[in-house]
């Protein structure tokens, strides 16, 4: 099983700063097998990337994935009140599917 | 509208089972793989279990292996959950979730549909 590994635990940024979340997993996720959500409180997940850098549909361009290998990283810039969430990243390189423990983005 | 609806939740003995289902609308239901992804609340997402769109390739995580059973229904567009021998620790919400991957012979992907789940609490 892959293991994923989110940090920070927390992040702290104000409205209009940039952020940037990361996700280390235990082996190779080859370029592209890793997925990025946000969930709100009360709400389901929501996919926002998917094959480490592709935006999916309706996602605005502030969100920016990269990385490859087993180091991933979601860049927010300028964020929007609406940012303020949970970011989880996922792989599917092989079953079973892994999400990594979350990444809380609060306004400071 | 692409729309995913879970049903079947509720407050269950430990030991006991429960039938989670998932009605399926605006897709071809037939074509993808369906999953079933847990979050206990205030924690993170755990996947639960995998089934392909024609039901010959199927996972579960190691947490449920041999007490859950996924199952599917592409007459019916329904994805269902079999959950026996429930613990308190599969105390969840329980999300249905659409595979990305359009008739996909290989592994699972990522999830671009959710439902907005249904609540398990197995206590005595």
């Known amino acids: 099983e892959i293991v994923l590994t989110q940090s920070p635990d927390t992040l702290s940024l104000s409205p209009g700063e940039s952020g940037a979340l990361s996700c280390r997993a235990s082996h190779s996720l080859s370029t592209k097998y890793l997925a990025w959500y946000q969930q709100k409180p009360g709400q389901a997940p929501r996919l926002l990337i998917y094959d480490a850098s592709s935006r999916a549909a309706g996602i605005p361009d502030r969100f920016t994935g990269s990385g490859s290998g087993t180091d991933f990283t979601l860049t927010i810039s300028r964020l929007e009140p609406e940012d303020f969430a949970v970011y989880y990243c996922q792989q599917y390189v092989n079953s079973p599917l892994t999400f990594g423990g979350g990444t809380k983005v609060e306004i400071k | 509208e692409v729309q995913l609806v879970e049903s079947g939740g509720g407050l269950v003995q430990p030991g006991m089972s429960l039938r989670l289902s998932c009605a399926a609308s605006g897709f071809t239901f037939e074509e993808y793989a369906m999953h079933w992804v847990r979050q206990t609340p205030g924690k993170g997402l755990e996947w639960v279990a995998g089934?392909?769109?024609?039901?010959?390739?199927?996972d579960y995580a190691d947490s449920v292996r041999g007490r859950f059973t996924i199952s599917r229904d592409n007459a019916k567009n329904s994805l269902s959950l079999h959950m026996g021998s429930l613990r308190a620790e599969d105390t969840a919400f329980y999300y249905c979730?659409?595979?990305?991957?359009?008739?996909?012979?290989?592994?699972?992907?990522?999830?671009?549909?959710w439902g907005r789940g249904t609540l398990v609490a197995v206590s005595s």
């Open positions: 979730a659409k595979d990305s991957q359009v008739m996909t012979t290989v592994t699972f992907w990522y999830l671009d549909i």
């Open positions: 089934i392909s769109w024609h039901s010959g390739n199927i």
